[in-house]
Nanobody, 121 residues
Framework: QVQVVESGGGLVQPGGSVRLSCAASGSFLSITMMGWYRQAPGKEREWIATIISSGRTNYADSPKGRFTISRDNAKNTAYLQMNSLKPEDTAVYYC???????????????WGQGTQVTVSS
């Protein structure tokens, strides 16, 4: 079983910045991809960005240029740096991790519980 825990959310003023962290733990051989998603009140969950083990990243059009995803493979942790935040960025931010379990070579697809980010003055 793989656990994914997000942290770093909170209240931030418009134009401000925040960095979210996502730590994966458990028994796995590797994490092939980590991604960030968000769900605003009354809306569906939307994809923000993903990063694979090589470091290659991919972003949705919406927050591109303001958000940056990164990862520390040694710590099995991904980050989402969010700058120039807007009230419409208010949402619960979720982390997803995919990879290969240990000892059985089966895949896993795990989600965290989410962390709230509220952008308001």
């Amino acid at each position: 079983q793989v656990q994914v825990v997000e942290s770093g959310g909170g209240l931030v003023q418009p134009g401000g910045s925040v960095r979210l962290s996502c730590a994966a733990s458990g028994s796995f051989l590797s994490i092939t991809m980590m991604g960030w998603y968000r769900q605003a009140p009354g809306k569906e969950r939307e994809w923000i960005a993903t990063i694979i083990s090589s470091g290659r990243t991919n972003y949705a059009d919406s927050p591109k240029g303001r958000f940056t995803i990164s990862r520390d493979n040694a710590k099995n942790t991904a980050y989402l740096q969010m700058n120039s935040l807007k009230p419409e960025d208010t949402a619960v931010y979720y982390c997803n991790a995919r990879g290969v379990l240990k000892p059985s070579p089966k895949g896993f697809d795990s989600w965290g519980q989410g962390t709230q980010v509220t952008v308001s003055s």
